[in-house]
């Protein structure tokens, strides 16, 4: 007994079938757009550090990546109110929150290998002649091959 797989479907047509996908593509469509009427309301310097994160029962949850711009729009929270009260998709906007979320950095910043200097792959050269496990004795052997000449001044 073999198992086929399903035919491959467009993603149009999963978009229309599936209510699951319809109902998060939908969510995603309607956060972009109160993305763009909060964006239109804000300096155009705190537009990239500001993001609609929900927006339900009168609350406006806005993450922003800058403790800095937090701070400042939290200075400039009763003109956006007003400014969004405004617009027919936030005309019961009761608050408006500020969640500051800096932006995930990678934990470990991968940087240049060390240079092996020439003494230390003669000393990994000496020490594999000593070896008598085959691969130990290659793998010091690639070691020590990844030594940096050295420059004459």
Known sequence: MSLRP???????????EAKP???LFGEARRLDRLQQLVESQLQPAAREYCRVASWREGTLLLIVTDGHWATRLRYQQRRLQRQLQG?????DL???????QPPETPRHKPGPAPEL????????????RGITDPRLKAALERLASHARPAVDD
């Not at 617009?87 to 005309?91: K, L, N, S």
Request: proline share 5%.
């Open 21 to 23: 996908l319809k109902a």
């Open 117 to 128: 200097s020439v003494r230390a792959a003669d000393n990994l050269q000496e020490t594999a």
């Open 6 to 16: 399903l035919p491959a479907k467009a993603p149009a047509s999963l978009l229309r």
């Open 94 to 100: 009761s608050r408006i929150l500020f969640k500051v």
């Open 87 to 91: 617009m027919e998709e936030f005309r």
